[in-house]
């Protein structure tokens, strides 16, 4: 091995990150030599009478020389240029002769020994993986041969044109692009830093209510020093107060609070650009709505002098609502105790999929002691299929690994986990030389081991039994009780259990005093069960720690408002809209006063600006019977940057109006607008439905219920739909869902009874 080779692969990992970035790889082979010319010629022809000569054999022709312009070019343009080009991560660029030609020697044995381009991991599953970035061996040969023929130029004529990156984009132009500017200084010293950069409400600046992301990408405004970004949203508030709270731009440290995944995993590194590298599975995304803030955490190691970090997201929307809602599964983090010396340290992981469903991605995580990941699933009664093995785990190439093929999941399949980890001194990256025990932490001279999954369920309702399964594996595995707990309640919540999810938020408030959020929601599920003591000393409790908080102050408010105290009422909505503008609880709520004590405070809300509150005041003129005050009331407000919400509201209004044609006609606007807005394909189906237009309501009410799969309204008008089309079996079972997800509401089961009726009698 050469002393370069060596250096690489024995040197301290943050050098190993500085010598050489990752090489975007993969598609088909581009290059491979060319194949010999056949001969033309013919042997002379004998004399007359004479003796056949035996033909000489035809001296064959001369290859062509493998050469950088014809052959090797193209290959490092499909498999390296994401990375390798001025302004990425690589450390050189490989798209010219000037480049390639200092780095020769390099490439041909980091080709020849498979370090690079990175690539760690294989399956047994069909198909592969979509992102693998290997080479395929035609074109290791290709390289080979041109280092064996001395690294020729060739023809600079004959090199094709070096591909352009839209705007540097791989993906092409975004349709949203987020900064975080270049306000942090990393250090000059170090190992590593953990930093947590809030964007807030990014789409905000947009007239969209809400939008589904498709993809999303990552550039670094200084690649050297980021070794790794996990995307995350935030729709509590929570990361906006840790980042005001700390000294510095964001917040530092791996714990993000109660910032979730989205849905999917969204993880970068480098090499992961690229039209198959960011993407979700097809005919997915994850929501971003006007109050969702994004949280981008970076992973960041020293270059030995102050760095400033600086980042550009770009995200790109689903023109169609998704079909299909992912959900992450995590498998592993079981608790580590290595023993110094110790070179084949196991750990083993189980778990049980609840729903069917399909796994699209996996990204496995260790540190500097990783060795081998191997996951493998059985599904029932069948036999077990190795689906990811990384062998020579590196820290510095981590990755996520994308099957072409989804794999299919049957409920009750069984994942397996093994990690070997490698304690010992002939470890290259083990950063203790002597060895020392190494325990479970969050420093990268700890040690921690699992693999992400992300996880897409086979039906729309999967997605909260599987939510609630992974919850609850939690809490066996005491991963974080407190969250866990919390995120129980929350589903259960969601669910109408709301006895059962009081005492989830009591047990995560018993772990874990302090938890704003469990407390809030709390106050919240207990004032939504009439247990109004109970909830004013819960909220007041949240206004200690959080004062203004908008959801604390409207529980005080209906409290108030139970007990006939409606000024105080008033004025506590009042304080939360103060807080929140566009706290639609609040708005709702104000409203809802008697003798209409809350709208002159909503006309002042409105004159602000709040799209909200003129929605409600609209509402209010509709329940009046002023259907031509709340049309104008909307039209007035609705101009071209007004939000998707309040043109669904025009639309509803005008239907009320009676004037059918012109409503849809501007629910169809607001769909086209926004064509993931579940709230604009709800009222657009009903609205058709209600005219008797079944084939054209039908995909409207589907995908409102794909988009909101909780959400009990839209089970009933399909279950109405499917009752109008003759289907009364499909009626009774989106009934029976209304009823599931809202047991209070009496109408639901009633529908139901009446077509259980129905089928009886036939």
Known sequence: MSAWAHALRGGR?????????????????QGGTEAPAASTSAPAAAPPDAAPEPAEPAEPAEPAPVTWASDVAPILDAHCGVCHREGQSGPFELLTWAGVSDHTDQIAEVVGTGYMPPWKATT?????????????????????????????????????????LPGGWPMGE??????VPAEYLLPAEGTDYYRNFVIEAPLASTSADSRWVRAWDFRPLNPRVVHHAILNVDRTGWARRAAAADPEPGFGGMDTGDVQSPGLYLVWAPGSS?????????????ELDRK?????????????????????????????????????????????????????YRVTDQLTLPVDGELYSAFPHAHYLGKRFVLTLTPPGGEPLEILRVENWDFVWQDQYRWAQPVPVEAGSVLDLEIVYDNSEHNPSNPNIPPARVRTGERSVDEMGNVTLDFVPARADGGIALREWKYRRELAQGQDPARAHYNLGNVLRDRGEREAAVDEYRAALALEPGHVHALTNLAVTLQELGRDAEAATAAAKVLKRVPGEPAALTTLGLVDKAAGRVAAARGRFERALGADPGYAPAINN?????????????????AGGSALAVMKLAELDLEAGRAAEAVARLQAAAGAEAPVALRVALGSALVKQGRAADGIAELRRAVE??????????????????????????????????????????????????????????????????????????????????????????
């Not at 990992?13 to 598609?27: F, H, K, M, R």
């Not at 409203?591 to 405070?601: F, I, K, T, Y």
């Not at 109405?720 to 009364?728: N, R, T």
């Open 124 to 164: 047994r599953h069909p198909g592969g993986f979509a992102n693998d970035r290997s080479l395929d061996e035609a074109d290791k040969a290709t390289i080979a041969a041109w280092a064996a023929g001395g690294y020729l130029k060739g023809d600079p004529a004959l090199r094709p044109p070096i591909p352009e």
């Open 590 to 606: 104000l409203g809802a006063l008697d003798g209409g004590a809350g709208v002159e405070a909503l006309e002042r809300v409105a």
């Open 13 to 29: 990992p943050l050098l190993l990150a500085v010598l050489l970035a990752a090489s975007s790889c993969g598609g088909p082979p």
């Open 274 to 286: 690229g039209a198959s590298g960011l993407t979700g599975p097809a005919g997915t995304a994850w």
């Open 292 to 344: 969702t803030d994004l949280v981008l955490q970076l992973h960041m190691q020293p270059t030995g002098k102050p760095e400033p970090v600086g980042v550009r997201l770009g995200l790109y929307f689903a023109a169609e609502p998704p079909p299909r809602r992912p959900l992450t599964v995590r498998i592993g983090d079981v608790p580590l105790d290595i023993p110094p010396g110790e070179a084949d």
């Open 174 to 179: 975004p349709d949203l692009v987020v900064e």
């Open 673 to 762: 607008a926004a064509p993931a807005d579940a709230d604009a394909r709800f009222r657009l189906g009903g609205a058709l439905l209600a005219m008797g237009r079944k084939a054209e309501a039908r995909p409207h009410l589907e995908a409102a219920a794909r988009l909101r799969p909780e959400a009990a309204p839209v089970q009933e008008a399909l279950g109405v739909l499917q009752a109008q089309s003759g289907d009364l079996r499909g009626a009774a079972e989106h009934f029976r869902r209304a009823v599931e997800l809202a047991p209070e509401d009496p109408k639901h089961r009633a529908n139901l009874q009446r077509i259980e009726r129905m089928l009886g009698d036939r």
